[in-house]
């Protein structure tokens, strides 16, 4: 049988090991001249939001799907900084991995569980391939695909400044900000390579990085950080949802076929998990969008949440953020077994309620 990858990012690197596993050598084609993002930087694996439920998402890689991972540490506490509350959440929270092209990264590690040579510096266009493969999977980490056969349902756009900061820092604690005055309804994240540096993330709704500037200056000055900052970068993307993820002999994987979620931007977990699914897919002849499902119904879960926060206003986040500091909520992120996603509605609710019976108090007072 013959099998293309489009893609040698997490999703397709995944499904080329996987394919691999089951004796089939695909063509994996990479636009770069080596795999991973030119910047290095660190990602998390977050388990409160992990999809389909997993309850240890680097156990689940390894012991169902047979794909390594070293993470550069586990994930012990998230620090929520509103606009002017704080909460902070510890517990088993999930890992904290490198992206980029060193040697730790994820794509780095992925590749190195492959014996299969990647073609680099090969820009493919799925059409051509689609005539000359029995399956094509398309992990290229855009959404242009799904868009030309009708499947792409937009929902808008982030601007992304990163930063890698110098400084002292708490290697398990990732802290979080939201406040609309500088990411508008996205946030920003600092999160450690070790104890002495870290990377800055800005991901601003609604705009284009030619308007970062204005933003990132507010975000230092809110939250009266001035680091000393080794390098930059900055990307633009789109988010939304794919409706369909297979099409003829087309498998869409990871971000291309709509894994990441548009709530936070996580997607690394459901890129490998779905580059894998889609060789199973391919390789035992079985329905790719069956085989899916838990991770689609997440993505759709993470998007009611982002509509949610979509909404928000900084009493909102302040609210929100006094919601997640409560004792009965604290503990449940606390014990990694249970699944906090099932409490969005009910964090929702409760956030709603606070909010109206803010307004029924500043109505009263007046
Ligand atoms: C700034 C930032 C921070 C993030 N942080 C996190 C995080 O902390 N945790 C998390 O889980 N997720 C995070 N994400 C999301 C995560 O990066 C994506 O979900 C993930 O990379 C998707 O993997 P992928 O393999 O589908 O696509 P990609 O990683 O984008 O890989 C696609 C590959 O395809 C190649 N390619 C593209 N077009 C072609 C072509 N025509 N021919 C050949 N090759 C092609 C690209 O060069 C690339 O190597 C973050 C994203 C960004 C932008």
Request: net charge positive.
């Amino acid at each position: 049988m013959r099998v293309a990858i489009v893609g040698a990012g997490p999703a397709g690197l995944a499904c080329a090991i996987e394919l691999e596993r089951r004796g089939i050598q695909p063509d994996i084609f990479e636009r770069r001249y080596r795999v991973g993002l030119p910047h290095s930087f660190p990602m998390v694996l977050l388990q409160p939001f992990s999809a389909g439920g997993v309850s240890d998402q680097m156990v689940f890689l390894r012991d169902r799907l047979g794909i390594h991972l070293n993470p550069l540490q586990p994930l012990g506490r998230i620090v929520m900084h509103g606009p002017t509350r704080k909460a902070v959440i510890g517990g088993a929270l999930g890992y904290i991995l490198e992206r980029g092209q060193g040697p730790d990264s994820v794509e780095s590690q992925l590749l190195r569980q492959l014996t299969t040579p990647v073609t680099y510096n090969h820009h493919a266009d799925y059409r051509s391939l689609a005539r000359e493969y029995d399956y094509v999977v398309v992990a290229d980490g855009r959404p242009d695909v799904a868009r030309s056969l009708g499947y792409w349902q937009p929902h808008g756009r982030v601007a992304v400044r990163g930063a890698v900061i110098l400084g002292r820092f708490e290697p398990q604690t990732v802290h979080m900000y939201l406040d609309t005055s500088f990411a508008r309804q996205g946030f920003a994240v600092e999160i450690p390579f070790g104890p002495h540096h870290a990377s800055l993330l800005l991901m601003v709704t609604g705009i284009r990085t030619d308007e970062l500037n204005d933003h990132w200056a507010r975000f230092l000055y809110r939250t009266g950080k001035s680091p000393e900052i080794v390098e930059t970068f900055e990307s633009e993307h789109e988010t939304g949802l794919v409706s369909r993820r297979s099409h003829g002999n087309l498998l869409l994987a990871g971000n291309a076929g709509g894994f990441t979620e548009t709530c936070l931007g996580l997607g690394v977990f459901a890129a490998v998990v779905s580059g894998v699914l889609a060789a199973r897919a391919v390789a035992e002849d079985r329905d790719f969008e069956a085989l899916a499902r838990p991770l689609v119904r997440h993505a759709e879960r993470m998007h009611l949440l982002r509509a949610a926060l979509d909404r928000m206003d900084n009493a909102d986040l302040d609210r929100l953020v006094g919601v997640l500091g409560l004792p009965g909520v604290r503990h449940l992120f606390y014990n990694a077994r249970l699944n906090p996603m099932r409490l969005v509605p009910a964090v929702l609710a409760l956030a709603a309620r606070r909010r109206r019976i803010g307004l029924r108090a500043a109505r009263g007072g007046k």
